[in-house]
């Protein structure tokens, strides 16, 4: 498994190099910049942002200092002498030797793109945890109870329930709980994150969409499994049908879903972009929408990379779930 795990690591550098180097020049290509916003300013202020930013040399010489900054010191350790060159500490940091410098945001002043992703990042964590939560919640068991009735009315109402949620997509899904919930029933707030109560609405919108996936998921692998020889075993014996589920089937019948958890999981950090925009969470989806409307260069690049390395991580831990569930799979 280690050796699974860090060939899949090493994997990871040329697709990030990839999407790090797609992010730069599609951004440089996108007509405007983040001064042409601003209010009329000189041509000689023009310049001087533009030097302070780096943004006054040719387009090579700014993709190869944006790389340079990106890639952690402890991957290039040449750089401690280049910094001590630049009368930068040289002295070895953890947090500076594996951390990477996104550089300063166009339109925050005084603050960086490190500093602004930690800041909104646990929002937009903590809505994907809860929109996660809630599809599992609801998608496992609705899965299970419609393989357990196949061709019954709870078979139907499960296979329609998930048709409707797969169909409706989350920024139709998002208004109509608020127009009901918030506005009819007000039972919850419209929008904001302050309160516990203000996770439920954008978390229902998010993980209900993917709560009608997980549940046609599982009553496909049930279904395939309650047909096995080992269960038919287990019935004649005298098992009951809660431990066959629970002890025998549940586990193989769960393998779709934890494929289908890493491009999901993806779904949900995506999907948030959309949720915080509507619900008002000041999370980092919703940060990434207004830096890209205010081209703020060094804002979108870290927040894209940053996405890409998480779903990176998560969809590794899911090929290492699977092979858990699954004896007959390797780490190949």
């Known amino acids: 498994m280690l050796r ?47 030097a302070h930013y ?19 010191k402890a991957f290039a350790p040449w750089r401690l002498f280049a910094d001590a060159d630049r009368n930068e500490s040289p002295d070895f940091d953890l947090k500076a030797a594996f951390g990477i410098n996104l550089g300063p945001s166009f339109k925050y002043p005084n603050r960086t793109v490190n500093e602004i992703i930690a800041d909104k990042l646990p929002h937009s964590l903590e809505l994907g945890l809860w929109a996660l939560a809630v599809a599992l919640a609801l998608g ?8 357990m009735r196949k061709n019954t009315a709870v078979d139907y109402t499960a296979s329609t329930l998930a048709m409707v949620g797969i169909c409706v997509p989350t920024f139709v899904m998002g208004p109509l709980l608020v127009l009901f919930f918030a506005l009819h029933l007000r039972w919850f707030n419209a929008s904001g994150w302050y309160f516990a109560s203000d996770r439920v609405l954008p978390a229902a919108t998010l993980g209900l969409v993917y709560a009608a996936y997980v549940a046609r998921l599982t009553r496909g692998g049930m279904l395939e499994v309650l047909n096995q020889d080992y269960i038919r075993t287990a019935r004649a014996k005298g098992a009951t049908e809660t431990r066959i589920v629970l002890r025998h089937a549940l586990r193989g019948g769960l393998l779709p879903v934890v494929t289908f958890l890493g491009p999901a999981i993806a779904g949900i950090i995506s ?17 990434f929408v207004t830096s890209a409307f205010n081209r703020d260069y060094t804002l979108v690049s870290g927040t894209v990379l940053l996405y890409a390395g998480l779903i990176i991580a998560l969809n590794l831990a899911v090929d290492v779930v699977q092979v858990w569930l699954n004896p007959r799979l390797k780490f190949e």
Request: glycine share 8%; proline share 9%.
């Open 54 to 72: 780096g943004m006054d040399k040719p387009l090579p010489a700014q993709y190869a200092a944006y790389l340079w900054d990106i890639t952690p």
């Open 4 to 50: 699974f795990i860090l060939r899949r690591l090493l994997e990871t550098i040329p697709v990030l190099l990839v999407i790090a180097s797609a992010t730069f020049f599609m951004l440089r290509l996108v007509p405007g910049g983040p001064f042409t916003a601003e209010k009329a300013v000189s041509k000689e202020i023009l310049r001087n942002l533009q």
């Open 271 to 287: 999907g948030s972009f959309v949720i915080e925009t509507i619900f008002q969470i000041p999370g980092l989806g919703r940060e």
């Open 140 to 147: 496992v068991p609705l899965g299970v109870l419609a393989a």
